[in-house]
DNA sequence: CAGTGGTCTAGACCACTAT
DNA sequence: TAGTGGTCTAGACCACTGT
């Protein structure tokens, strides 16, 4: 007869971990994603491997092999046979497919504009709306980045990017004219994991206008992006605008 | 010493296959999909569990998981502790969601709009570009249906939508209220798995001013999709024209 | 060569479901 | 109670990688 209650399920060893009753491979999936948020191992960086997890936990490999597998199916790890596991990090030969899944004019092909910087600040203060998305609940520095795309001589979109600054400081003095998203991975290690898009019609004003060289009034697809880190931190909130001629957004529904 | 050849690996035994120098679980799941395909089982039917399969093939019990798990994350099939292996149906209570990443106006809430048909018809002949996006080599009969979206009173959008009618003969008198791609599983076996859209901002004409009440040279979402069943087959597509204040297109990135 | 992930085996016990 | 999927064990052998 046990007076001593315990946890129904087996626990792994986990500091700062309250005892759980989640199954082992979920347990040892959010601790490595623990890891990752933590900073404590960087994009690119090798994992232990699947055997030295198992050691260390005191699990089976196809244990280790379940927790792995999730974190690769969410885009956080990459495995090579033969190699190891990896931080994964934006690859840029999948460039702009992942975030931005466009394609310029009716044709198929890569979607690989010139990058003009139109304008970087480093704001005080920011609107009401900025901070709500971007979920700061004190006023802080925001990094402003305005910029446009252009392709064989002919603009098709431009974007209105804010970043809270506290996460990347001194940006504003890096090339902007490559993808911010690494930029912010190599720079300051933050890692974009997903993103959520709003989209709609809305006319050309004078300034959208002016920037995509059509008439106002003219149809312009917006997009408002919010980036998200581990944990669901945002890095990121943008507003893109695409002309409706030369921009198509392309999407797989499963 | 050896002089016949063998293939490398081990096969399962199915009919028809040749053999074949893939892992086996991928070799099960490739199975699996062709008999979904030929449409040995109907959605919502049970598939032999797991340790028939195993005694069926000659399997491990890890090796029929992950070829299940595998076409469980593809949508293709549901699994319930308890009660077995299914073919995945169209959820109602998903209702929209899947196939429909759409919300009204800034609100969150479900889009649950009525659907009113404006027009039905079964055609003789189509254009090229219809028969080009159906996939159609030979000119064939075509299911033409075009219904409305009204919520609140207010029509939202509206579509165009093309299905060959070899598919799908005698739809013309089913009940066209319902999501279409409900009725297509539920009276003739069809599964939508997958879909591609276009998205692009244009002016309303005189018939999308009309039908969306609203002025013409107003900005419209279009969204052109074209949706798959197994092996790539086109089962439908469609042209949505969405009013941009009432309708937005809300995707998740990862 | 030693070490990695990829595949596969042959079980075990559990929680959940339906009868 | 019998049968299902969910979890977990404790290995094996393979192909691929870099030295």
Redesign the interface.
């Known amino acids: 007869m046990t007076t001593e209650s315990f946890p129904v399920r087996r626990n792994i060893a986990a500091l700062k971990t309250p005892l759980s009753d989640r199954p082992l491979y979920q347990q040892l999936r959010d601790r490595l994603k623990a890891e990752l948020a933590d900073g404590n191992w960087k994009p690119g960086d090798a994992l232990p491997t699947e055997r030295e997890l198992c050691q260390r936990f005191d699990l089976s490999p196809?244990t280790v092999r379940q927790a792995i597998l999730a974190l690769v199916?969410?885009?956080l790890l990459t495995r090579r046979a033969g190699k190891g596991t990896f931080v994964a990090r934006m690859d840029p030969s999948r460039g702009f497919e992942?975030?931005f899944?466009f394609?310029s004019g009716t044709s198929d092909g890569q979607f690989t504009p010139d990058i003009e910087v139109l304008d970087v600040h480093v704001m005080a203060e920011a609107d009401e709306e900025v901070l709500t998305k971007l979920d700061l609940r004190r006023p802080d520095s925001i990094l402003s980045v305005r910029r446009l795309m252009v392709q064989h001589g002919t603009p098709v979109c431009w974007h209105q990017s804010y970043i809270p600054y506290s996460l990347v400081p001194g940006m504003e003095k890096e090339d902007l004219t490559q993808q911010l998203y690494r930029t912010m991975e190599a720079k300051f290690g933050l890692h974009v994991?997903?993103?959520?898009?709003?989209?709609?019609?809305?006319?050309a004003d004078a300034e959208m206008a002016r920037l995509l060289q059509i008439s106002e009034?003219?149809?312009?697809?917006l997009i408002e992006r919010v980036a998200y880190t581990f944990r669901g931190q945002v890095l990121e909130c943008r507003k893109t605008y695409?002309r409706?001629d030369k921009?198509?957004?392309?999407?797989?529904?499963?």
Request: proline share 6%.
């Open positions: 196809g199916r969410e885009g992942r975030f899944p394609r994991i997903q993103a959520e898009e709003l989209l709609q019609a809305v006319e009034g003219a149809p312009v697809i695409g409706s921009f198509l957004y392309k999407i797989q529904l499963r």
